[in-house]
């Protein structure tokens, strides 16, 4: 299998780090073209278009958010060459979703969204089939790891004493606002019911280290409660350690001849 990789961020570096202590290492980078030059040391063969990919390339992986799947995601699956993404969040762009979709279908490729820092999707798969009637996450995380997001236009995150909720909406909306913060709310919504009927809450909590993230769902099939706590990658408190971690899973598990 030949891969290619998209982001050179704290994700797209452990995930680099990862392929080549298994042995596949990825055979190019996909950079933004005015980055060329600056990522000219790099042990990998960088490319600033999907145009310049080599034709033996077989799987993309998007580690770069929102953004580079807005850019490159159409071309890369038009191409026919599949793709596994963490900008999960972005699917919440009706409209690129329908691109996404087509470009796919056209090329005979498939886009897989990686889990990302979240849990129990498996069973939220399942009780869909049954029927589910509400489905609510709720993402908590430490103060500085909602900096650089709409959080700081409400609260004093350098200064904040207790927890606070900043956000208070549907999936979709989540996903739209903090495209850095909420992916995970954005993979409970395509496992469950939907970006605008999934429930999120949103909070900063100086009490905690840890990312927090909670599903309740509740359905035809009972209900259940999942609660995890994450680290984030040392990179970077945005970025979370099972994120990185669940790129590699979708890699072995495709693969691999018996898979769960």
């Not at 990862?18 to 600056?38: G, M, Y």
């Not at 009706?94 to 470009?103: A, D, G, M």
């Not at 350098?158 to 979709?172: C, D, M, T, Y």
């Not at 999120?200 to 993230?213: E, F, G, K, W």
Request: charged share 20%.
């Amino acid at each position: 299998m030949k891969i290619g990789i998209i982001g050179d961020g704290a994700i797209g570096r452990y995930v680099s780090q990862k392929l080549t202590e298994k042995a596949l290492t990825p055979s190019v980078r996909l950079v933004r073209p005015a980055r060329l030059k600056a990522a000219k040391d790099c042990k990998i063969p960088q490319v600033g278009h999907v145009g310049d990919l080599p034709g033996d390339i077989s799987l993309m992986i998007d580690c770069a958010g929102h953004s580079a799947l807005l850019e490159h995601g159409p071309s890369i699956l038009k191409r026919g060459i599949s793709l596994i993404s963490v900008s999960l969040g972005a699917l919440a762009d009706k409209e690129l979703e329908q691109r996404l979709t087509v470009t796919a279908k056209e090329g005979g490729a498939q886009l897989h969204l990686a889990t990302g820092a979240i849990g129990a999707l498996d069973c939220l798969q399942a009780a869909r089939v049954g029927g589910l009637s509400s489905v609510t996450y709720v993402g908590r995380k430490p103060p500085k790891g909602w900096q650089g997001s709409k959080a700081e236009e409400t609260l004093d995150l350098s200064n904040l004493e207790e927890p606070a909720v900043h956000f208070h909406g549907s999936a979709r909306d989540a996903a739209m606002n903090y495209p850095k913060n909420a992916n995970v709310a954005a993979a409970v919504a395509i496992a469950g019911i939907g970006f605008d009927e999934t429930a999120v809450q949103l909070i900063a909590d100086p009490s905690v280290t840890a990312n927090i993230h909670e599903i309740n769902a509740v359905g035809e099939f009972g209900q259940f409660h999942f609660r995890i706590e994450g680290k984030a990658l040392p990179d970077n408190p945005k970025s979370s350690a099972l994120a990185a971690m669940s790129v590699i899973s979708s890699i072995e598990r495709r693969n691999s001849l018996i898979t769960i």
